[in-house]
């Protein structure tokens, strides 16, 4: 089945939508239900930012969320059996768009859409759903991943690391994920060629404490930085960068979906063990598509967010990254956009050209 590949350079319109949605969406009633997986909106990253373009889109926000329970609102699935009894019951109400986060969705939404042809679903991080009714938003993580691996590494040379190594944590393996891995390894490579990388996948989105223990190892054996990819779990990688750069050791965090700088904030002058963090910018996608609803032009397609389309990129919050490294970072990334940098972004297309360790743990299927 053909799918029709919307690239975003209409972004910025959507944006421009989401931040005067409010009272238009009050005047047309437009209705959402969000619906995540046991990790919910106060993951601190991927589910908070799709809660965050929803909670944008009806003008409201995080502390005061108006509309919520009268437009919109979001359900939880503490188990994966309850994924379809979930998409039913929001399918039943008749909400305008529901939308689902993660690939973990696909096989319980590609059930559920058939059996609701008028029912309007976004899912977020797959594109083999199909389906007319099924908006599908994708991201190249594998770009703004590069640009955090970028990052961590010249910082490792900047503090005059030798023979710095380097970590990366994932949820639950699978293509998504990979890309994150693979553009990762790859920035790194581009500053230090033969830097070394470790990889670990804890199997779960939600349990902090195994990042944790993984990142503990890791720093003791002297890895500089990891990068976590895990959901609610990699705040597990934080909270350990956050107790060992208390007290004192030279070791990174770094964030994903959601800027985690604040969350990395270990001193009372505000530094913080996130270094950076690849932006993923969910909200983007939630408002689109409610944004698409809302005009009448919501139809099932593939959209993509890459980095031409300001759908990923980093974060430059943290002081401790520098100017100059900010600089060679965004110079980085318009040579993404221009072309001249190619990001590999499958595990095995990176092992036959030679850019990525043969051993690790990263999944293409």
Request: aromatic content about 10%; glycine content about 10%.
């Amino acid at each position: 089945m053909k799918r029709s590949i919307l690239a975003i350079v209409v972004v910025a319109m959507a944006i421009l939508a989401m931040a005067c949605g409010g009272k238009q969406t009050k005047a047309t009633g437009t209705t959402a239900r969000l619906l995540t997986d046991a990790t919910g909106i106060d993951d601190k990253s991927f589910n908070a930012a799709a809660w965050r373009g929803i909670l944008s889109f009806y003008g409201d926000t995080w502390e005061k969320p108006a509309n919520k329970g009268k437009l919109y609102d979001v359900v939880t699935a503490q188990t994966q059996d309850m994924y379809i009894p979930n998409l039913k019951q929001a399918s039943d109400e008749k909400y305008d768009v529901v939308i689902v986060t993660g690939f973990t969705w696909a096989d319980a939404l590609g059930q559920v859409a058939k059996q609701y042809p008028k029912q309007k679903y976004m899912i977020v991080d797959v594109d083999w759903v199909g389906g007319d009714n099924v908006m599908q938003v994708v991201f190249s993580e594998h770009e703004g991943s590069y640009l955090v691996g970028v990052a961590a590494a010249l910082k490792a040379q900047a503090d005059g690391i030798k023979d710095p190594k380097f970590g990366f944590i994932g949820g639950i393996p699978g293509p998504v994920i990979t890309k994150f891995e693979m553009g990762y390894i790859q920035g790194i490579a581009s500053v230090l060629p033969k830097a070394k990388v470790v990889d670990y996948y804890a199997n779960d989105w939600g349990k902090p404490e195994l990042a944790k223990a993984q990142a503990k190892n890791w720093f003791d054996s002297g890895v500089y930085a990891i990068f976590s990819a895990a959901g609610g779990t990699g705040n597990g990688t934080i909270a350990q960068a956050k107790e060992y750069r208390s007290q004192g050791k030279n070791v990174w965090a770094i964030g994903v979906d959601s800027d985690q700088f604040q969350d990395g904030v270990y001193s009372a002058d505000g530094k913080s063990a996130v270094l950076t963090s690849m932006i993923k910018r969910v909200e983007t996608a939630s408002s689109y598509a409610l944004n698409q609803a809302k005009a009448g032009t919501f139809k099932g397609q593939v959209v993509v967010l890459d980095s031409k389309a300001d759908g990923v990129g980093f974060s430059d919050k943290n002081p401790e990254l520098g100017a100059d490294i900010t600089a060679k970072v965004n110079a980085a990334k318009a040579k993404i956009i221009d072309g001249s940098i190619k990001v590999i972004p499958t595990y095995a297309e990176a092992k036959a050209a030679g850019v990525v360790p043969a051993n690790l743990q990263a999944s293409d299927k």
